[in-house]
């Protein structure tokens, strides 16, 4: 099977995670939409891996998914965090440090 | 071919999951029916074939992330991204990445979306009233942003060049096995997976901290 289909499918579930993170103001739906483009990038690591019959692709995915349970472990602490002080799960609201 | 057919999967899975949100069965039902027809019309030649597979695992993929973007509900959210990860681990399996595709099952469906569950059970987190997203230029430069991004993508992908540059590996035979994901891991990236887990370390030390009602 040619791996265009699934780089097509990785490119648009990407684009699906990069638009929800812009437009999404909930911190656990933004977490959740970085979390398709990781599962994205990691898609896309593994078809080339197969494509080139080389294990490092797959390696890499693997590097990306312990990654991705720090980023949630720490970015759910911050969620919890704001809310115990703010009461609030909004990007908009945590404007703290905008310009 | 494949790329026509991407196409029309995410377009007829943006119109369900458009149908779905503001909650009417009818159009939901249409949205559907229409989205397998064009389906069983882009596959009919090979119907019990890998690509028939494949594109109906891509487009449940396609469906359950735009739900989770498009579902004022975080809860729904979660489950359909739980789904989302699991058409991906079907993915794997189809590209011979057998570990990858248990891995990914038993860390992301299970362990970082057990998370994120509890972290929505114990916010006690409603559905936002309406679909709070950003603002004028916000809300129409990320969805421009986001057509465009695709596009440029679709068109990378259009003009990628042939496979001359391509050999295969000498893992063929093993290929995607725990044993050779292992070796790699402790034989060539030993360093990298050290230095993995002392972000893993770092990363639990952290969340304990931030996770501590004062910091005294």
């Not at chain 1, 656990?28 to 080139?52: P, R």
């Not at chain 1, 797959?58 to 809310?83: D, K």
């Not at chain 2, 939901?28 to 119907?47: K, R, S």
């Not at chain 2, 079907?90 to 860390?107: D, E, G, K, M, S």
Request: hydrophobic share 65%; net charge positive; proline share 2%.
């Amino acid at each position: 099977m040619r791996i265009d289909f699934f780089l097509v499918m990785a490119a648009l579930l990407f684009t699906i995670g990069c638009v929800g993170v812009l437009v999404r103001r909930n911190i656990i739906v933004m977490l959740m939409c970085i979390e398709i483009m990781l599962n994205a990038v990691n898609l896309t690591f593994i078809a080339f891996s197969h494509e080139l019959q080389s294990m490092t692709g797959q390696v890499f995915a693997l590097f990306v998914i312990t990654v991705a349970a720090c980023e949630a472990a720490v970015g759910l602490a911050i969620v919890l965090a704001l809310y115990r002080r703010r009461r609030t799960t909004d990007a908009d609201d945590a404007s703290l440090l905008r310009w | 071919m494949h790329l026509l057919t991407g196409l029309v999967i995410v377009i007829m899975a943006a119109a369900l999951a458009r149908a779905i949100a503001p909650g009417r069965p009818i159009l939901t039902a249409l949205g559907g029916g229409i989205a397998a027809a064009a389906l069983l019309a882009a596959f009919h030649q090979d119907l019990a074939g890998t690509d028939f597979w494949a594109g109906t695992i891509g487009f449940l993929a396609i469906l359950t992330a735009l739900i989770v973007v498009i579902h004022p509900n975080p809860m729904v959210s979660v489950l359909s991204l739980i789904m989302n990860l699991l058409c991906l681990a079907l993915f794997y399996l189809l590209l011979q990445a057998q570990t990858l595709a248990i891995l990914q099952v038993i860390v992301y469906a299970g362990a970082i979306m057990v998370l994120f569950v509890f972290v929505i059970m114990l916010l006690n987190l409603k559905a936002e009233e309406g679909l709070r997203i950003g603002r004028g230029v916000q809300r129409w430069g990320a969805i421009l942003g986001g057509f465009a991004f695709a596009a440029l993508l679709l068109w990378a992908l259009r003009h990628r060049q042939g496979h001359a540059w391509m050999e295969p590996g000498r893992h063929a035979g093993e290929f995607g096995t725990a044993a050779s994901l292992g070796g790699l891991l402790f034989g060539q990236y030993v360093f990298a997976t050290e230095a993995a887990s002392v972000l893993l370390i770092a990363a639990m030390v952290g969340a304990v901290l931030l996770a501590k009602r004062r910091l005294d």
